[in-house]
């Protein structure tokens, strides 16, 4: 029971909460205890928001899971969980975050309500029209990111913000992609009724400008006048090669692999995805923190 309960949360899910933690990084605050403690705290919020966002969407989505070749192995459309139970834990999980949001800064209490309904009319309809089901998503990766400048009262560069968007559009479309290959290789009509409105055609196209959209806007960041200034240095450019790398390698895993139907599984399987996000992280601290 707690494996289901386990998958039922979406743990290996919560990954994309550390959108939260950019602001804390790039703020030059990361290794300060009651910064960093405040955006932990705003990280574990937004998981259980996630989690409870998942629970109601397959709750919503039990009939159509059951007729897809792998969504129907999840709790709930398998039987494992049953309706009522996954109610009760929905219930419950609502509960704790509405106790534990009040404890914080009011716009941070905002931008998870935001998160929240934003991913509810997804999961009840957004997701059923094209382009606004992917750009529903990138809205969300945005949110996570404004709450993490929130919780910790810092301002955040508008290209970092478009970055994130960017990003997001890419990680969506891509998994539309996989989707529509999917509902190709199988026998049985995809459930998922937005992807008619999609073509392997189409999704390409947007592929290529989301990636492109990406890859400018965070080297136009790593120049900025503004992001030299703050952080007295323009060696964050070199920073760049990763960025350029994981969006490469994603598509390659898309492309060639045959894979991206779940980006989170991706991210915590593929080493070279694995290494080069490390390698990210330590090269970017070392400029931004002064290391080196």
């Not at 703050?230 to 492309?255: A, Q, S």
Request: overall charge positive; aromatic content about 18%.
């Amino acid at each position: 029971m707690i494996k289901n309960y386990f998958k039922l949360l979406r743990i290996p899910q919560w990954i994309k909460n550390l959108f939260v933690f950019v602001p804390l990084l790039f703020s030059k605050h990361l290794f300060e205890h009651d910064y960093f403690i405040l955006t932990f705290f705003g990280f574990l919020l937004f998981c259980l928001t996630s989690s409870l966002i998942y629970i109601i969407n397959d709750i919503i989505d039990i009939e159509a899971d059951k007729a897809h070749p792998v969504k129907k192995n999840r709790p709930i459309p398998s039987g494992r969980i049953s309706k009522r139970n996954a109610i009760i834990t929905a219930a419950f999980l609502f509960l704790i975050i509405l106790f534990a949001i009040i404890h914080f800064d009011s716009r941070f209490y905002y931008a998870v309500a935001v998160y929240f309904i934003l991913n509810v009319f997804y999961s009840i309809n957004l997701k059923h029209f094209v382009l606004l089901d992917i750009f529903s998503i990138a809205a969300g990766f945005m949110i996570r990111v404004l709450a993490g400048a929130y919780i910790i009262n810092v301002e955040i560069s508008s290209w970092l913000l478009l970055t994130t968007m960017f990003i997001s559009l890419f990680l969506a479309i891509m998994k539309r992609q996989s989707e529509l290959k999917l509902s190709h290789n199988i026998d049985s009509p995809s459930t998922r009724k937005v992807l008619s409105h999609y073509s392997f055609e189409f999704t390409n196209q947007i592929a290529t400008v989301a990636a492109s959209g990406v890859i400018i806007c965070y080297a136009l960041y790593t120049v900025s006048s503004r992001t030299v200034s703050i952080f007295r240095t323009e060696n964050l450019i070199y920073t760049t090669p990763f960025v350029v790398f994981g969006i490469f390698r994603y598509m390659y895993i898309v492309y060639i692999n045959q894979q991206g139907e779940n980006a989170t599984e991706i991210m915590i399987t593929d080493l070279p995805m694995i290494f080069n996000f490390l390698f990210y992280i330590l090269t970017t601290i070392l400029i931004v923190y002064k290391i080196i």
